[in-house]
């Protein structure tokens, strides 16, 4: 059943594919057609996300939605595998017991339910994880470049990207606040590139 696959996902699907062709992203009127060609019977799902997250999107908007869909999950189940295995080390985790993070993960009910249904987590997820594992690595600027993905959804993670802002400046960590700008403004312009509105 094609309705089936257009979850939560397809909002970003039909936002990237709007932006390609210099629609409006955050129009409903313009997002249902896409949706219901996609599969989606109930109502449209808006993207609510800033408009650089376009720029992750737009990629995968150039593939058909099942396709699109299918390279999503095998991106988000690589994510939360990097995100664990980031996690695990930085906690003090052996590399002989590296498999157990991943097991524990995909053991986890709401893991499950993110990959089931599109969510955009797993970003997040990696988002964390990156910024933790690059500052500890000292490589400040991949560190600030992690960190921006949380600007994906500012209004889940504010309390966090304002904590690391203030620790930020607090220990001078100014490659930190320069990867995180380079990436925001650099996904922004992409987004601008093929719709300047």
Same mark, same amino acid.
């Given at each position: %059943?094609?309705?089936?696959?257009?979850?939560?996902? @397809? #909002?970003?699907?039909?936002?990237?594919?709007? %932006?390609? &062709?210099? $629609?409006?992203?955050?129009?409903?009127?313009?997002?249902? !057609?896409? #949706?219901?060609?996609?599969?989606?019977?109930? #109502?449209?799902?808006?993207?609510? %996300?800033?408009?650089?997250?376009?720029?992750?999107?737009?990629?995968?908007?150039?593939? *058909?939605?099942?396709? &699109? =869909?299918?390279?999503?999950?095998?991106? &988000?189940?690589?994510?939360?595998?990097?995100?664990?295995?980031? /996690?695990? /080390?930085?906690?003090?985790? /052996?590399? =002989?017991?590296?498999?157990?993070?991943?097991?524990?993960?995909?053991?986890?009910? !709401? /893991?499950?339910? @993110?990959?089931?249904?599109?969510?955009?987590?797993?970003?997040?997820?990696?988002?964390?994880?990156?910024?933790?594992?690059? #500052?500890?690595?000292?490589?400040?600027?991949?560190?600030?470049?992690?960190?921006?993905?949380?600007?994906?959804?500012?209004?889940?993670?504010?309390?966090?990207?304002? &904590?690391?802002?203030?620790? *930020?400046?607090? =220990?001078?960590?100014? $490659?930190?606040?320069?990867?995180?700008?380079?990436?925001?403004?650099?996904?922004?312009?992409?987004?601008?590139?093929? %719709? *300047?509105?």
């Amino acid at each position: %059943n094609p309705g089936v696959l257009a979850d939560d996902y @397809v #909002e970003y699907w039909a936002a990237g594919r709007l %932006n390609l &062709s210099g $629609g409006n992203p955050y129009a409903a009127d313009q997002l249902l !057609p896409l #949706e219901r060609a996609a599969g989606r019977r109930t #109502e449209v799902l808006l993207m609510w %996300n800033p408009p650089w997250t376009l720029a992750f999107a737009m990629p995968l908007a150039l593939f *058909s939605y099942p396709i &699109s =869909r299918l390279m999503w999950l095998i991106l &988000s189940i690589v994510m939360i595998l990097m995100a664990t295995n980031w /996690t695990w /080390t930085l906690l003090g985790g /052996t590399t =002989r017991k590296r498999w157990l993070p991943a097991v524990i993960a995909f053991s986890f009910y !709401p /893991t499950i339910i @993110v990959l089931r249904i599109g969510q955009i987590g797993p970003v997040l997820l990696l988002g964390v994880a990156g910024f933790m594992h690059f #500052e500890h690595k000292k490589r400040y600027w991949l560190a600030g470049a992690f960190a921006a993905l949380l600007a994906i959804k500012p209004h889940l993670l504010y309390l966090v990207c304002i &904590s690391i802002l203030v620790w *930020s400046i607090g =220990r001078r960590r100014w $490659g930190i606040l320069g990867g995180g700008a380079l990436i925001l403004l650099s996904a922004t312009l992409t987004a601008m590139m093929f %719709n *300047s509105h």
